[in-house]
């Protein structure tokens, strides 16, 4: 699997050291977003591009990692379709694919340590939500929207019957 990654300056040295632990021990190609060296830069911009890069296929998921994961979060998440979930312990790392097939995970690294962020990217990575579920829940989605658009198209007629009469 091709793995985006990404981090700002408070996260430079786990990002090399994490970026090392997956190609070398979990076997996946990486593609490194940035940072490039511990000089100071604002995060949004590494949090956009990499999301942009799982939006557009050139790698299937992203590990982002910022001070506390939040921002990275946030940030990756303003990508539309793509879903980033902030995890820190191994039961949020494997629910962000297999609850929320979330494409993007995020690491503070002020808050944990990198031997953690090598566990949950394990967990994280060796987890796939199966497509059987992903089916049901689309199958699920477009029925509750054609109960609304029905709902939608009732009110309507209802409307319009009344201003009619008037």
């Given at each position: 699997?091709?793995?985006?990654?990404?981090?700002?300056?408070?996260?430079?040295?786990?990002?090399?050291?994490?970026?090392?632990?997956?190609?070398?021990?979990?076997?996946?190609?990486?593609?490194?977003?940035?940072?490039?060296?511990?000089?100071?830069?604002?995060?949004?911009?590494?949090?956009?591009?990499?999301?942009?890069?799982?939006?557009?296929?050139?790698v299937?998921?992203?590990i982002?990692?910022?001070?506390?994961?939040?921002?990275?979060?946030?940030?990756?998440?303003?990508?539309?379709?793509?879903?980033?979930?902030?995890?820190?312990?191994?039961?949020?790392?494997?629910?962000?694919?297999?609850?929320?097939?979330?494409?993007?995970?995020?690491?503070?690294?002020?808050?944990?340590?990198?031997?953690?962020?090598?566990?949950?990217?394990k967990?994280?990575?060796?987890?796939?939500?199966?497509?059987?579920?992903?089916?049901?829940?689309?199958?699920?989605?477009?029925?509750?929207?054609?109960?609304?658009?029905?709902?939608?198209?009732?009110?309507?007629?209802?409307?319009?019957?009344?201003?009619?009469?008037?």
């Amino acid at each position: 699997m091709k793995i985006g990654i990404g981090a700002d300056h408070n996260a430079y040295e786990a990002k090399e050291e994490l970026k090392r632990y997956v190609i070398d021990e979990l076997g996946h190609e990486v593609k490194d977003y940035g940072t490039y060296s511990a000089e100071a830069v604002d995060y949004p911009g590494i949090a956009f591009n990499t999301a942009t890069g799982v939006k557009n296929g050139e790698v299937e998921r992203a590990i982002l990692i910022c001070g506390t994961g939040i921002g990275m979060a946030i940030s990756a998440n303003k990508i539309k379709g793509v879903r980033a979930a902030q995890v820190h312990d191994p039961y949020s790392a494997e629910r962000a694919q297999m609850s929320n097939n979330a494409q993007v995970i995020t690491f503070g690294a002020k808050i944990i340590g990198v031997d953690v962020m090598k566990l949950l990217a394990k967990e994280y990575l060796s987890n796939t939500l199966p497509e059987e579920i992903l089916k049901e829940r689309l199958i699920k989605l477009v029925q509750e929207k054609r109960k609304k658009l029905n709902m939608l198209k009732i009110t309507l007629a209802k409307f319009l019957t009344t201003a009619r009469r008037k």
